[in-house]
């Protein structure tokens, strides 16, 4: 996959050029340098030689077959250029050349014009608008983005070429390995998604790293990520994650999905491992590089020097991991190898004055102990320290079956000890911290890769009622659907709604109330009137025929009087509920990733704590029970101080169910079902209110 | 003040040795190579000369006054070293020997011997079991930690050792220049309140970093802080957070106020920058030490490529800063400086073949707009970026009247940018996120230093009273106070609580009630009975003299029954309340810091979000404002929804008062008002009911 681009067998160049400091010169001495083995054509329409090598008028003066050309001419020579390199049998193009989709519409129009002829002709496209690309293991360096890096095992992608440039700078001052390197640009045909994938399947990538402003199909992404997850680690950070105005929302689960919560749950989801600062990128990069995956969360701290290890403690604590402490066999044996005034307790203290064997004895206790997943060392440079023989001693003693994370703390004293950790493959970090923040994203992406298979049921629905009722709506363009009409669906969809139905008389509304049974609730239904209990649309607690009548002949009155010209279907006539915990199942389509349902407990719940959870659709019953957890509120399901938990698992199938309904009717926009009924175990939770709405059918 | 330690006439090593590894020996050589101009004395039972100085068998035999003693032999010879030392003059002593509190009691006896010896002779001392202490401005390296720093002005206290390595070699390698250093060991005199005054006061420091562990005494430690931060940032990491066990804890303040929470809360108020990570040191006290603090929150970001510049204005608005945007007429002006292809919005992007001079014009334009506050400049190194040049430029654009901290991303490419940077005093961060932190820090620095005087009110109340009932409670050793005493001294204190009294029999409360009016509650009053409710003794909604016959005679039979032998005082007969808004508002002591008040919503608020907010006593209004809005559920005092809000300054009052309460009594251990039933605005809040638990008086 991707062949053409990552191994050709020949290059051009066009556009190369002999003018240093050139964007045409650069990339064609980046090539050169890089140690590219095969045939490198420039293509200049003057120069005969460049660098030592044959250069041509155009591709046809060449005259051979080219696998992978790179087009770095001024923006109106591109289109040409692309066809020509078509022409001379290309399967990948980069485009360097800038003045596209980044500029203006005609830019934009041009560059989809290029995409689509390339598309048509099954020929890959990197660009435009951007570096270009690197891989080391071809000792392909097709970029202007400087030094080829040294070969390692983390691949990159980056819709930012800046960032690429300051990426490949640091790793160089790193000494860090890196594989592939791809700066994509606009994106016209190669995006993350063929990234993902291309990387996923890649033998040479241990880790995928990616930044990301925007993403090009929420869909296909997460489809692409999860395939990727399951190979290797993916290490993304996504920029633009709180800027940009409010989105108009009808619904409160649209009103309570913030811009970035959306992404957040898909990444999630698809087993992403997200940096939320530019350093991350390298700390999570270089332990996923490097190191196994933890099994589990308990992480042992190895240090000379309390402070620090209580520091790391204290992390580990933050971050949600266990402090773990050795076994007593195998302390009791370690404390035989370590001076009487160090602890074997955690962290493991080798004093202050260790040699290079107290560290390897700790190390070699803490991986054989089974109750420790993750050894976190710490070292310090007191006077006796001797920091690249102790580095050698961890490197020695590491067996490789559980991550060992490293902390050299300092500067010049430690220096040439930071050199042998990275040359043994032992992920260093400046403080405790840092180590301890790259140790948690391990473990959550280890608990990724061994989450359940997931299993998501389908309920047994009358899908064509829904059909039915949203297609009409829509033709009549009431996209609003009414109390009556969202709980007519919801019904469909298995939930239990109260008995009710509607009247158009007075008289006709006595005789449902007599056959329904009291106490029961009134309401209005009326596309005109929203907010139906502020106009005196709703009355509540009716307990005889009598007050039914007097509630239906003032209602009507008063909503002519407050909403004159309102079209009123009638007045439902409801049993009124039992009480119970009240809850919201809601649903926002994400413009990217699709429905994205919420759960969170009614009232001041949602509306002054904002208590909510997010997650993307289709859901299984383990994420819904998630969900659930998610919440501070969750305690509330459970009962509290003598009040009776509530069915939580009907909670979780109520969420299901709208998971269904939202994949299966992409026409819904936005749904909240506000309040969900939810009673002692065994009993059916209710849909007490339900509003929807629809997209517009022109979408 | 600390005079003899930072600046002495003359240093004598006791201990001092030939033999290079040993303590005695680094030591000398340090004090020798730090450039130290006075005399320097070898204390040595052999030597005649060391490294060409003379050494003396011992002080006696030296015969002249010494300054500053350090000491560095065996644990046994020191108390006589230091009587020694005293008897040579000395007005201050270093301790590097360890083997004292940290070892054992006899350790700590031994130590406490000393340090009692020391105060009684008015000298003071820094130790034991510490590296010692390094003074740039008076080229005194008194200490086994290394190399001499560079001139600085950032002083630093820390009572780890191996930090204090670990600090001094980081500076070393980022080329940063210090102040005072000091490793403060066991404090058994000097101590981290002796360094903040002395350090407070130091002309030659402008940041003090400190490094703690424990705190040594709460009250002093807060008192020295304010006072050092009203000079200068106090940045401050305390480790051990997270750990220790759960305490003991009666009240729900107790419970809720976790280990940190004191902690914090003393840090916020004395104005201490807290860093929670080692790094964040570094990172706020170069910006501090660099830079001029901002006087509001509006960051003006300029960039050289869109991604970054994205990056960072997340992490601004994450931080809870604001983006600024450049006043209209300073953009339209710059735009004439920049190609058309620029944004002057916020970021700024100068795009990426940006040379110095843009950089300088954008700079110089943040600088005079109003609307800018702080500004941060991003570079990452493309093809035509010069970064020493531009570094240059931004230095000779910065006019210090606002704070300028600058990411140069990257390794290689910029690294000799860093290096100009860094002699222009701009302080450098690898990512923005990092740069941004440290702005954060501060603008909240900034804030504190504007913050408006503080005034706490003394209201007038029955202080007489309360000591009455306290003192009588304690002698008879009843701690846990019933809700009538506890009302009874919150009434006291100018709380209203509802009318009531207590009966002894039937008749008695028959007679009470018909005088107060029903409703009524009846309540058992018992020492011995905690959980009133839940045993059958309460009872509420009392309508009329039989019901109160049937409520007393039935509580007294159940009360025997289900706690034989309860020791029964009577029933109290109170007034029921009208319904309000229901608050907790508590106390509980810190061991440190002494009381520390909470504010929460009553019910699920507290239980289940914990969304409670905590401040040490005394408190101001404006502090008990600020505990209140410091809760999510704060909506809720302002109303929601159709519900008016309640009297909000009433609220503050009752934690003003509780404050002069807790702050005129000691003795208090823990209070609880639970519920403190707050009405609209005008009505005055009641206690519903309250408890405390007094100290114990041996304590």
Known sequence: MLESLFYPDSVAVIGASRSP????????ANLIQGGFTGPIVAINPTASEIMGHPSYPSLKAYGQQIDLCVIAVPQPLVEQAVHDAVDAGAGGIIIISAGFKEVDAAGAALEKKIADFCRRRQVRLVGPNCLGLLNTSSQLNASFAGNMPAVGSISIFSQSGALCTAILDLAASRHLGLQKVVSIGNKADISEVDLLL???????????????????????????????????????????????GQKAAASHTGVLAGLDTAYGAAFKQSGIVRADAFEQLFDYATAFAMQPLPVGNRVLIITNAGGPGTMAADAVEKAGMVVAELDRNVATALRQELPAAASVGNPIDVLGDAPPARYAAALAAAQKDPEVDAILVILTPQAMTKAPETARAIAQTMTGDKPVLVSFMGGVEVMPGRAELAAASLPDYESPERAVGALKAMYEYSMWRNRPPRVVNRFRVHRRRVERIITRSQRIGRLQLSEVKSKTILKAYGFKIPRGQLAISTEEAVEIAERIGYPLAMKIVSPDVIHKSDLGGVKLDIANADQVRDAFDLMMLRIRERVPGARIEGVYV???????????????????????????????????????AFHLAPITFDEAMQMLLATRSYAMLEGKRGNKGVDIEAVAAGLQRISQLTTDFPQIAELDINPFIVGEMGSEPVVADARMTLRSPVE
Chains 1, 2 share one sequence.
């Open 198 to 244: 291309a990387l996923g399947g890649d033998q040479q990538t241990k880790v995928i790293v990616g930044y990301l402003e925007d993403i090009t199909n929420g869909d296909e992404f997460v489809k692409a990520a999860e395939e990727a997850s399951t190979q290797k680690p993916v290490v993304i950070l996504k920029s633009g994650t709180t800027m940009a």
């Open 574 to 612: 409801e049993k009124m509920l039992d009480r119970g915990l009240e809850i919201i199942l809601g649903m926002s389509r994400d413009p990217q990733f699709g429905p994205m349902l919420m759960f969170g407990l009614g009232g001041i719940f949602v509306e002054v704590m904002k208590d909510v």
């Open 21 to 28: 400091g050139k964007v045409g010169h650069d990339l064609f």
